[in-house]
T-cell receptor, first 117, second 114 residues
Framework: GAVVSQHPSWVICKSGTSVKIECRSL??????MFWYRQFPKQSLMLMATSNEGSKATYEQGVEKDKFLINHASLTLSTLTVTSAHPEDSSFYICSARDPGTSGYEQYFGPGTRLTVT | AQSVTQLDSQVPVFEEAPVELRCNYS??????LFWYVQYPNQGLQLLLKYLSGSTLVKGINGFEAEFNKSQTSFHLRKPSVHISDTAEYFC????????????FGSGTRLLVRP
């Protein structure tokens, strides 16, 4: 089946620094990737849709200058949390759409636990 | 706008008992429906999906779900659960448009007891 990886799996950073999270589709080309945020014991909140070669589309209320998304290739999307603060601590999950199937299924990465101190 | 409702935040059940996790959705357009499972500190794994055709959908790990258009429901069932089924289960909907976005329910924690 389709495999999506994320790196790193967990990261601790100091307040004010920036952190980059990578999302890769390992065995398919993903024209569209999605970034979600999940708070403890809550559902996934879609942050943005990342399309290869174009600007990301952010959901309402998501600061595009704080959460920079780049989708430079068909297998890699990155999320950079800029000037991180403790309230940015969360579980970030990416997913990728495999256009080779129905196109509506999303395959999820294992997630990245970000802790800002 | 679409929405997904999972009324049960937690469902406790004994091992080998049957279980049903409820999911209702609202949408003004035709939808695709999904169930995902999340184990602690992991991403989501697709259990099953309804795109078209038979309304009874079979997935992995012995799970199945039935799409009921008149009741706008997509309940997940398993005839006999195992301890290893303890996890968080999310129902999700995507409209048949071009955004491919998934809208998730709030999740149901299935707790299987010995």
């Amino acid at each position: 089946g389709a495999v999506v990886s994320q790196h790193p799996s967990w990261v601790i950073c100091k307040s004010g620094t920036s952190v980059k999270i990578e999302c890769r589709s390992l065995d398919f080309q993903a024209t569209t990737m999605f970034w979600y945020r999940q708070f403890p014991k809550q559902s996934l909140m879609l942050m943005a849709t990342s399309n290869e070669g174009s600007k990301a589309t952010y959901e309402q209320g998501v600061e595009k200058d704080k959460f920079l998304i780049n989708h430079a290739s068909l297998t890699l999307s990155t999320l950079t949390v800029t000037s991180a603060h403790p309230e940015d601590s969360s579980f970030y999950i990416c997913s990728a759409r495999d256009p080779g199937t129905s196109g509506y299924e999303q395959y999820f990465g294992p997630g990245t636990r970000l802790t800002v101190t | 706008a679409q929405s997904v409702t999972q009324l049960d935040s937690q469902v406790p059940v004994f091992e080998e008992a049957p279980v049903e996790l409820r999911c209702n959705y609202s949408s003004s357009v035709s939808v695709y429906l999904f169930w995902y499972v999340q184990y602690p500190n992991q991403g989501l794994q697709l259990l099953l999906k309804y795109l078209s055709g038979s309304t009874l959908v079979k997935g992995i790990n012995g799970f199945e779900a039935e799409f009921n258009k008149s009741q706008t429901s997509f309940h997940l069932r398993k005839p006999s659960v195992h301890i290893s089924d303890t996890a968080e289960y999310f129902c999700a909907v995507s409209d048949q448009g071009s955004s491919y976005k998934l809208i998730f329910g709030s999740g149901t924690r299935l707790l299987v007891r010995p």
